[in-house]
């Protein structure tokens, strides 16, 4: 069956980085665009950011742009975000996901998407 499965998470202070890996299972990862998606205390879903399906194209939510990096590497079946310059306000549950759509472009709607990790915990604080 579908699986993701998160990891790296942690605390850092402000201006620290962290690098979290998303590995993969049970389909064909390179059919699939990945997404991550955060969710900050007593707050909604957040989308974060995208890579396309071999990797060529990469989406950041504004908030997030210029720090997070997302790449992936097909053949180890996983999917990173290395997080630099971390805020306070980056501190969230950060959760991989797939749309479980094998064509089509884009997706930033977190509501719609098929499978999910169980998330790592991100917190930023001094």
């Known amino acids: 069956q579908v699986q993701v499965v998160e990891s790296g998470g942690g605390l850092v202070q402000p201006g620290g980085s962290l690098r979290l890996s998303c590995a993969a299972s049970g389909f064909t990862f390179g059919n699939y665009w990945m997404y991550w998606v955060r969710q900050a205390p007593g707050k909604g879903l957040e989308w974060v950011s995208g890579?396309?399906?071999?990797?060529?194209?990469?989406f950041y939510a504004d908030s997030v742009k210029g720090r997070f990096t997302i790449s992936r590497d097909n053949a180890k079946k996983t999917v990173y975000l290395q997080m630099n310059d971390l805020k306070p306000e980056d501190t969230a549950r950060y959760f991989c996901a797939i749309d479980g759509r094998t064509t089509g472009w884009l997706n930033k709607d977190p509501a719609t998407y098929k499978y999910w990790g169980q998330g790592t915990q991100v917190t930023v604080s001094s």
């Open positions: 890579i396309n399906r071999d990797g060529g194209s990469t």
